[in-house]
């Protein structure tokens, strides 16, 4: 089991910046490659940024893609999503998850935390 607590989530205006954290406990975390989701209101839960286990690769939606940055202490047991330049329909609750497959669906993930929420005011 791995156990993950998310943090960073709250208000703030349209081009704004937030750095999302999520810290890990249990098993070994170096082992998952670790992704961070985002799902709003009436939506199915999307894909945002994901990065493999030893933080050297990463992918990103098209949506985030030169504004978000995911990145992995692995001393620290912790994933990092700095986002840059906000928009309002970034808005959503936001979730890590880690997995042992790279992927890009939710599907492939088997832990997640509770989430938090991220609102961008116009």
């Known amino acids: 089991q791995v156990q993950l607590v998310e943090s960073g989530g709250g208000l703030v205006q349209a081009g704004g910046s937030l750095r999302l954290s999520c810290a890990a406990s249990g098993r070994t975390f170096s082992n998952y490659a670790m992704g961070w989701f985002r799902q709003a209101p009436g939506k199915e839960r999307e894909f945002v940024a994901a990065?493999?286990?030893?933080?050297?690769?990463?992918k990103y939606a098209d949506s985030v893609k030169g504004r978000f940055t995911i990145s992995r202490d692995n001393t620290k047991n912790t994933v990092y999503l700095q986002m840059n330049s906000l928009k309002p329909e970034d808005t959503a609750v936001y979730y890590c998850?880690?997995?042992?497959?790279?992927?890009?669906?939710?599907?492939?993930?088997?832990?997640w935390g509770q989430g938090t929420q991220v609102t961008v005011s116009a």
């Open positions: 990065i493999n286990w030893s933080g050297d690769i990463t």
């Open positions: 998850a880690a997995g042992q497959l790279f992927g890009q669906t939710r599907y492939e993930y088997l832990y």
